[in-house]
């Protein structure tokens, strides 16, 4: 008989469970109408995400106001880099943050510029540069101007 307790253990914990399972589990997890499309999936998330607060709002709006820095940044290396991308989120801008920031530290574009060492992604066919010897201690926007960075016009300041 001994034999069987480790049976009624393991019968007791899966009973267990699944008592705790129908606490835990919300009741609107399943498959719902897609069938296995999806697999499961919580379906209250789909409008939680639809009410998600979009906190960036791309080029375009910002060129309605900032037209020059847009146009600069349209004909530069820099074209396809998003504003937010160096600005953060506009989120309610101008209302609410009045003003976004202007990082002006070696490190924002270091993200983007420092030369890897080993040169397996796209990531490493942006133009690198040593940090510890390119130009140390000095901010980048001395002589490189961000909305337009171009070959010709480095020491464009
Ligand atoms: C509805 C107009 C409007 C839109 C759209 C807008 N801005 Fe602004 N922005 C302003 C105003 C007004 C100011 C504050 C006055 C100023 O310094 O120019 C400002 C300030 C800024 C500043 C700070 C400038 C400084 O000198 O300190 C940055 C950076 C900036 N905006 C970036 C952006 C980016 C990036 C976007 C797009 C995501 C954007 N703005 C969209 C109107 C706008
Ligand atoms: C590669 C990073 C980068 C991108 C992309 C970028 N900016 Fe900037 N921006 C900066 C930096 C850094 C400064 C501060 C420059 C300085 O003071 O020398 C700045 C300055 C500004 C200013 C203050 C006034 C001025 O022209 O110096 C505004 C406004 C602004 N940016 C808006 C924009 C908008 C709008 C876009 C997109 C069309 C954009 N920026 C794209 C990095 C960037
Ligand atoms: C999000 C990534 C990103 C950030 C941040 C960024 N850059 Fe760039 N940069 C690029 C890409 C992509 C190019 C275009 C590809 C190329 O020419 O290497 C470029 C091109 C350049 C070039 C032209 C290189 C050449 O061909 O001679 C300069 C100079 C430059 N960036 C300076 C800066 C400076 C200064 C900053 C900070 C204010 C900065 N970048 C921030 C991605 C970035
Ligand atoms: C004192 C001025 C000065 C400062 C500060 C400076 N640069 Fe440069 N940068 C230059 C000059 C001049 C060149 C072109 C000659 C060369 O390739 O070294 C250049 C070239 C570059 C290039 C192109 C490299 C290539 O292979 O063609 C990139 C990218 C760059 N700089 C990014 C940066 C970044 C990022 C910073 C800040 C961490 C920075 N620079 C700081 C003057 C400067």
């Known amino acids: 008989m001994h034999v069987l307790r480790p049976l009624y253990v393991v019968l007791a914990l899966a009973v267990?469970?699944?008592?705790?399972?129908?606490?835990?589990?919300p009741n609107d997890f399943g498959t719902h109408e897609q069938g296995?499309?999806?697999?499961?999936y919580r379906q209250s998330n789909v409008e939680e995400w639809k009410n998600f607060t979009v906190k960036y709002r791309g080029k375009e709006f910002c060129g309605t106001c900032h037209a020059g820095?847009?146009?600069?940044?349209?004909?530069?290396?820099?074209?396809?880099?998003?504003c937010e991308n160096c600005h953060g989120p506009a989120l309610f801008h101008p209302a609410d943050p009045l003003k976004l920031v202007l990082d002006r530290s070696r490190e924002?574009?270091?993200?983007?510029?420092?030369?890897?060492?080993?040169p397996t992604s796209q990531r490493s066919q942006i133009k690198g540069i040593n940090?510890?010897?390119h130009n140390l201690g000095l901010e980048c926007t001395l002589c490189h101007k961000p909305h337009e960075a171009s070959k010709p016009g480095r020491r464009n300041r």
């Not at 267990?16 to 589990?25: D, G, H, K, P």
């Open 108 to 118: 924002l574009c270091l993200r983007c510029h420092t030369s890897l060492f080993y």
């Open 131 to 133: 940090p510890d010897q």
């Open 36 to 40: 296995y499309t999806y697999g499961w």
């Open 69 to 82: 820095q847009a146009q600069k940044l349209a004909s530069a290396h820099h074209k396809d880099i998003e």
């Open 16 to 25: 267990i469970m699944l008592i705790a399972r129908s606490f835990w589990v």
